[in-house]
């Protein structure tokens, strides 16, 4: 490992703005618990499974429909 590093050149990502943003979101335990069962069943990591379901409903463009009983 080098002692320093010359950034003089280095270019901004050109990606950045499609990375994640970590969050804070409480979520009640059964549900994390059925998405961590879907997760396993899957072969992918529970919160990529939360963050593909979301992404999907905001690209649908889904309304949240509420029915109280």
Do not use: H, V
Request: net charge positive.
């Amino acid at each position: 490992m080098r002692d320093e590093y010359d950034f003089s050149n280095a270019k901004k990502n050109p990606y950045a703005k499609a990375l994640k943003k970590q969050i804070t979101i409480r979520i009640d335990e059964p549900t994390i618990e059925y998405f961590k069962q879907m997760a396993e069943e899957n072969g992918i990591p529970y919160q990529s499974l939360i963050n593909l379901y979301l992404r999907d409903c905001a690209q649908a463009n889904r309304k949240l429909e509420i029915a109280w009983q």
